[in-house]
Nanobody
Framework: QVQLVESGGGLVQAGGSLRLSCAAS????????MGWFRQAPEKEREFVAA????????NYADSVEGRFTISRDNARNTVYLQMNSLKPEDTAVYYC?????????????????WGQGTLVTVSE
């Protein structure tokens, strides 16, 4: 089992920045590729970013490419999402997730463990 706890969400004006953190406990954190997803009201959960076990490989949704950066610190059992140039359409609950397989990183169903989410609200 892996427990994931997100933090860092809040209210920010358009153009601003936030850094989300996801702290993991339980089994060896470095064994798991990690992802960030988000879900806006009345919309399906969507992929945001993913990072490999070592942190050497990252992937992003087109909508956040160049604005968001995913990183991880395996010594601290934490994955981060640095969000810059935020837009109102980035408003959502953001979830971190861990997966135990090598299936595609952008599909939420391939992730085995989820945090409870943290709300990000971007105002005009």
């Amino acid at each position: 089992q892996v427990q994931l706890v997100e933090s860092g969400g809040g209210l920010v004006q358009a153009g601003g920045s936030l850094r989300l953190s996801c702290a993991a406990s339980g089994r060896t954190f470095s064994n798991y590729p990690m992802g960030w997803f988000r879900q806006a009201p009345e919309k399906e959960r969507e992929f945001v970013a993913a990072i490999s076990r070592s942190g050497g490989s990252t992937n992003y949704a087109d909508s956040v490419e160049g604005r968001f950066t995913i990183s991880r610190d395996n010594a601290r059992n934490t994955v981060y999402l640095q969000m810059n140039s935020l837009k109102p359409e980035d408003t959502a609950v953001y979830y971190c997730a861990a997966k135990t397989n090598s299936d595609s990183y952008y599909k939420s169903r391939n992730y085995d463990y989820w945090g409870q989410g943290t709300l990000v609200t971007v105002s005009e």
